[in-house]
């Protein structure tokens, strides 16, 4: 297959999380069988060396500039937020579209039989009339309706008052956009579930992430002690109620029973919110770290209290192929049927405390829940397996359910 893949992230280095991840993961499998052409935009953290690195891995690498970020002020704001109901594209995604980088699919797109959007933010490149000569396929994640109006349940939003207002508009560009695409596909069958009421009559497909095992092997020797450990991008507004959610509420009361517990909080970008937190007993704000697999080796146990947030979970996915015994909500564990075998579920602080110090007090328990984490990965979530899934829909073919 001729495959252009519109991915505005750069998604490389595969260590840099997120969406990228699954880019990257799935265009190096397919690339070994078909001639892919990847479109994408250079933002400030992107090296030379970074963008040699990915060229090796399609036929065709087109990198853009990214576009200049939106003004400030009340006015621009109030601006921004009317264009977005005229148009029905949220503001955020508007803000993200490169006029250059869009004139150059539109020009390039008839040479390609398959072109695929690696993410809600990609459909804005594409066009309505484009499915009836190709196949035009979603890759997503999660809906962005649902989960604001997950978050505004849970009483998780940071900003409230502006999702209320949102909340309209996300749900009629969602089913707007879905109308461009021959295929969906998502991660979980929740997520399938949640398009399926956006976009009933478009075929769905679940492909769950993977991990790449050579980047988190399994470790040879649990550390012991009462580490707990965080992780994930610490921008991210799920993340950071996870992280508050731990910290405030998990932590002194597990810290009670246990004075020693500590926990470490790793991921890119914490803003105050997050650092705040390290002024809290027993809390320590790492920030980025340079191989997350080793920051995982050292952790007596991954937690991941996940309030909201559709979609599977890399961090998840990560912890367990590296041998952590994980910890973790309904949130955390979507798309798993793992426990509780390789993980305990846990969703009120009340479980959290009792699951943690339960594991806290059996090094046995931990190692049959790190053999069995590991195996569960092996078995269920490589990225080759998640790749044929992906050409089948390529080319146009249901793949079976999983």
């Known amino acids: 297959m001729k495959i252009l893949m519109i991915s505005a992230p750069f998604p490389y280095p595969p260590s840099q999380g997120g969406t990228q991840v699954r880019t990257f993961n799935l265009l190096k499998q397919l690339s070994q069988d078909h001639a892919i052409t990847l479109v994408t935009q250079r933002s ?9 690195q990915l060229r090796e891995y399609v036929a065709e690498l087109q990198v853009f500039p990214p576009p200049s970020p939106p003004l400030g002020g009340k006015w621009r704001k109030g601006w921004r937020f009317g264009q977005a109901w005229l148009t029905g594209v949220p503001a955020h995604i508007r803000s993200q579209i490169c006029p250059q980088m869009r004139a150059w699919v539109a020009a390039q797109a008839p040479r390609f039989t398959v072109i695929t959007a690696e993410h809600t933010v990609n459909e804005v490149y594409l066009e309505p009339q484009w499915r009836d000569r190709a196949q035009v396929v979603a890759n997503l994640h999660s809906s962005l309706s649902a989960t604001v109006e997950q978050m505004l349940a849970a009483g998780t939003s940071d900003q409230g008052r502006r999702d209320r207002l949102n909340l309209p508009l996300l749900r009629r ?12 596909v998502v991660t979980t069958p929740e997520d399938r579930a949640q398009f399926q009421r956006l976009s009933p009559n478009t075929p769905i497909t679940v492909i769950p992430n993977g991990v790449d095992l050579d980047l988190f092997p399994m470790r040879t020797v649990d550390p012991g002690g009462a580490q707990l450990m965080f992780m994930g991008a610490m921008d991210n507004q799920p993340n950071i109620d996870a992280a508050q959610f731990l910290c405030r509420e998990i932590l002194p009361p597990l810290r009670a029973i246990m004075p020693d517990v500590t926990v470490a909080l790793v991921g890119a970008r914490p803003g105050p919110a997050v650092q705040a937190l390290g002024a809290l007993p027993g809390v320590t704000v790492w920030g980025k770290v340079a191989v997350m697999v080793e920051a995982l080796h050292e952790a ?4 991941i209290p996940m309030r909201s947030g559709f979609g599977i979970k890399n961090k998840t996915l990560e912890a367990l192929a590296a041998g952590v015994p994980v910890v973790g909500s309904d949130r955390a564990l979507e798309g798993l049927t793992i426990d509780p075998q390789g993980a305990i579920r846990a969703n009120t602080v009340g479980e959290f405390v009792a699951a943690i110090a339960g594991l806290l007090r059996s090094p046995e328990q931990r190692q049959a829940l790190a053999q069995a984490g590991r195996q569960y990965i092996e078995t269920h979530f490589t990225w080759q397996a998640a790749a044929a899934r992906y050409a089948t829909v390529l080319a146009g073919a249901m793949p079976p359910e999983l």
Do not use: P, R
């Open 44 to 52: 400030g953290h992107v090296t030379d060396a970074d963008i040699a």
């Open 173 to 184: 560009y969602e089913q707007g956009y879905c109308g461009k695409f021959s295929h969906l």
């Open 300 to 303: 007596t146990l991954c937690v």
